[in-house]
């Protein structure tokens, strides 16, 4: 069974930092794009940062300069650093990766269970 275990939330103050992380486990075959979402109460899921390789990067406007990601292939593991944090990033964080599990088969969706990020003013 195809898991994906997050790791690295917490509370912290307005300026401060965390960093989070998210390992695949189980039996795969490769991984595509891995990614990481929020979603904040009241508020729909969104998009906070993606990544293929190591030079393709997306992130959200309200993060860009203050988040990180990147990969550890051979870890199956993906990281979100994340500093000068503000209120507004209070959220749920989720990781998703497209997961190939046999070399016939095609990328499926897979999702974290979610860790909380507060941050306090």
């Known amino acids: 069974q195809v898991q994906l275990v997050e790791s690295g939330g917490g509370l912290v103050q307005a300026g401060g930092s965390l960093r989070l992380s998210c390992t695949v486990s189980g039996r795969i075959f490769s991984i595509n794009a891995m990614a990481w979402y929020r979603q904040a109460p009241g508020k729909q899921r969104e998009l906070v940062a993606s990544?293929?390789?190591?030079?393709?990067?997306d992130y959200a406007d309200s993060v860009k300069g203050r988040f990180t990601i990147s990969r550890d292939n051979a870890k199956n593991t993906v990281y979100l650093q994340m500093n000068s944090l503000k209120p507004d990033d209070t959220a749920v964080y989720y990781c998703?990766?497209?997961?190939?599990?046999?070399?016939?088969?095609?990328?499926?969706?897979?999702w974290g269970q979610g860790t909380q990020v507060t941050v306090s003013s």
């Open positions: 990544v293929t390789s190591a030079v393709n990067k």
């Open positions: 998703n990766a497209g997961i190939r599990r046999s070399p016939g088969s095609w990328y499926d969706d897979y």
